[in-house]
């Protein structure tokens, strides 16, 4: 073969190698470049992140439940036996409202017309009755009060209302309760609720004066 001929072909094949070769090269290089200009942290859309993991409770501080208070004045002793025992029953703290001047056996005898209950009866100007104490300690801690007492003539015996006007029942749940011989619980409840002007006042429930532990369980057990 002509020797000028095959230097030509040889020349051919290599151009041709260095040509494919140079592409690859070329190609590679590019690739390199594409991957090096590419992030590699982005974050897949559905991947929750860490605030993404947080929640409402995060933030939310759960309320404190406020205690629950009995209140009670007793003439007899018939009141703070059921007071006593809606206490327990409701793990609550106990308050006695107590007269500055006691009522004794003469002054409680409502067949006198000379005796001391009698004679306020029929003269309300009689009836502003001064207490011992009308404060409560860390009275704002409680959100439930109940308030027992006896009636008198049909309505809460009136120390009650002495201490029903000197506090603030507002943001509370109050729940009157009463003891009689045979009178229901009447307007009492709702008397005392005109005169505390806030707060709010629940129905009342009236006990017998000899009211058993079961009877009080039972009514206690209904306010859970």
């Known amino acids: ?88 029953n409701l793990n609550a703290d106990l308050f006695e409202i107590e007269p500055v001047d006691a009522y004794t056996s003469a002054d409680l005898d409502w067949t006198d017309n ?28 409680y959100d439930t009060v109940l308030i027992g007492y006896p009636i008198w003539w049909g309505i809460a015996a009136w120390p ?13 749940t109050v729940i009157p309760f009463c003891t009689s011989a045979s009178s229901g619980l009447g307007e009492s409840g709702n008397l005392l609720a005109k005169e505390a002007k806030n707060g709010n006042w629940k129905e009342g429930h009236r006990f017998s004066s000899g009211a058993s532990t079961s009877d009080i369980k039972t009514w206690t057990d209904s306010l859970k």
């Open 1 to 88: 073969m002509n020797k000028k001929i095959i230097i030509g072909i040889v020349a051919v094949i290599v151009m041709a190698v260095i040509g494919t070769g140079g592409y690859f090269l070329l190609n590679n290089d590019n690739k390199t470049k594409e991957n090096e200009n590419t992030p590699t942290n982005i974050p897949i859309v559905n991947e929750p992140t860490e605030d993404d993991n947080k929640t409402d409770h995060d933030n939310t501080t759960t309320p404190s439940v406020g205690k629950t208070l009995v209140v009670y004045y007793s003439a007899s002793g018939s009141t703070k036996k059921v007071a006593d025992q809606i206490a327990e």
């Open 114 to 141: 000379n005796s001391r209950v009698t004679k306020e009866h029929n003269d309300e100007s009689l009836r502003d009755i001064k207490l011992k104490n009308t404060k409560v300690d860390k009275w704002d801690s």
């Open 160 to 172: 009650v209302d002495t201490f029903v006007k000197a506090n603030d029942f507002g943001g509370k």
